[in-house]
């Protein structure tokens, strides 16, 4: 098992960046796929974005690859979600997961992924 810490949440404005950090510590990170999740009160936990063990692949939820950018650092095993123009609804607890695998076409489904993080809030205030 990996043993993920989430840093980096907070309360910005909308329109504002945030930059949220993982640091994995436990088995060899830099041989797995990594991704983020969200889940706001009384609904399913949602694919935000993934990275293969390698940065080769990307993962994107298709409403907001256009504002949020995944990225790794096996040396410093940390990954990365940079997210731009924050709207309210990016409000939610914000997960990152480590996969079984070091990469999948089903890298967008929780279940692949066996190890997490206890959640960040990022609140987006209108």
């Known amino acids: 098992q990996v043993q993920l810490v989430e840093s980096g949440g907070g309360l910005v404005q909308a329109g504002g960046s945030l930059k949220l950090s993982c640091t994995a510590s436990?088995?060899?990170?830099?041989?797995?796929?990594m991704g983020w999740f969200r889940q706001t009160p009384g609904k399913e936990r949602e694919f935000v974005a993934a990275i293969s063990w390698n940065a080769g692949n990307t993962y994107y939820a298709d409403s907001l690859k256009d504002r949020f950018t995944i990225s790794r650092d096996n040396g410093e095993n940390m990954f990365y979600l940079q997210m731009n123009n924050l709207k309210p609804e990016d409000t939610a607890i914000y997960y990152c997961a480590a996969a079984r695998y070091s990469d999948s076409p089903l890298m967008t489904m929780a279940y692949i992924y066996n190890s997490w993080g206890q959640g960040i809030q990022v609140t987006v205030s209108s």
């Open positions: 436990g088995r060899l990170f830099s041989n797995y796929g």
